[in-house]
């Protein structure tokens, strides 16, 4: 929630991510001017987020699988390759 004494982003909601870990939040209210109207101030917020990726979750999620398809298709074939012997 973005209360008006506050910079930053309260996090009591946010649910957490397997991926993702969120180190910090702010947020910026700016009145912004666009050329299609001069002269009508629009309230802007923005908001950032800085993210710090988690590196085991491409491990189990991804390179665990592959290699474990990957011997078990060894296992598979090998089988065929000792009666051709």
């Known amino acids: 929630m973005l209360t ?7 996090m ?13 939040t702010k947020s910026v209210g700016i009145a912004q001017q ?9 309230p802007t917020v923005r908001f950032k987020l800085y993210l710090r990726r988690k590196p085991r979750f491409y491990i189990i999620n991804i390179v665990a699988p592959c290699v474990l398809l990957s011997i078990l298709a060894l296992f598979v074939f090998s089988p065929v ?4 012997w």
């Not at 008006?4 to 309260?10: E, L, M, P, Q």
């Not at 299609?36 to 629009?42: A, E, L, R």
């Open 12 to 24: 009591d909601v946010f649910r957490s991510h397997g991926e993702w870990d969120v180190v910090g």
């Open 34 to 42: 666009f050329d299609s109207d001069p002269g009508v101030m629009f």
């Open 81 to 84: 390759v000792l009666r051709v």
């Open 4 to 10: 008006n004494s506050t910079d930053h982003i309260d």
